[in-house]
């Protein structure tokens, strides 16, 4: 069973930037899709940005021309840069990776706050 852990959320001020990864537990190959997602207390998870092995991609059009998703190493497959954070992104971000012939696997999330 694959494990995914996101890393390099934290407490930033608006403006500022923080570039979030995605790391497995063992070598990932084969994917299909990448995505990141963000959830606040209360409200539906949303998604954030979205990869297809492809190279095509989809963003929410919140973050739009401010968050970019990037693939990364099979290890790490997948990165969200996230530029000038505004308070209205503080969330918990999950990363989604889709497997070929494996199914969907959820990291347990890294809080992002965007405050000053």
């Known amino acids: 069973q694959v494990q995914l852990v996101e890393s390099g959320g934290g407490l930033v001020q608006p403006g500022e930037s923080l570039r979030l990864s995605c790391e497995a537990s063992e070598n990932i190959f084969d994917i299909n899709i990448m995505r990141w997602y963000r959830q606040v207390p209360g409200k539906q998870r949303e998604l954030v940005a979205g990869?297809?092995?492809?190279?095509?991609?989809n963003y929410a059009d919140s973050v739009k021309g401010r968050f970019t998703i990037s693939r990364g190493s099979a290890k790490v497959p997948v990165y969200l840069q996230m530029n000038s954070l505004k308070p209205e992104d503080t969330a918990v971000y999950y990363c989604?990776?889709?497997?070929?012939?494996?199914?969907?696997?959820w990291g347990r999330g890294t809080q992002v706050t965007v405050s000053s």
């Open positions: 990869l297809r092995s492809g190279g095509s991609t």
């Open positions: 989604m990776i889709q497997v070929y012939l494996r199914g969907d696997y």
